[in-house]
């Protein structure tokens, strides 16, 4: 599908500790500054990692989908535009 592409991944380890700690001074400091982080699309316990494959896969779902490693096995997906049991979208 794409020719001449190069695709890089990059972990932590690959970042000197000055970098790493740059990076955490200025994401803390956006997030005193009122930048409210990344939107959450869905939020789901790790017996649903299917669902949350089929909900990334799926174009035009806003937000990231973040996995509860603890689970509670409920299996609700929960989107911005929904309200939350506890009453916090983000």
Known sequence: MFKNVSVCFLGSDDFPDEAKKAAAVALND?????????EIGAR???ESIATAH??????????????NLQGNGSGTAYS???????GRNR
Do not use: I, K, S, T
């Open 54 to 67: 089929e909900w990334v896969e799926q174009r035009g779902r806003p937000g990231r989908v973040v996995l």
């Open 30 to 38: 956006a997030l005193e500054g009122g930048w409210p982080g990344f």
């Open 44 to 46: 789901l316990p790790l």
């Open 80 to 86: 911005n535009r929904e309200p939350r049991p506890n």
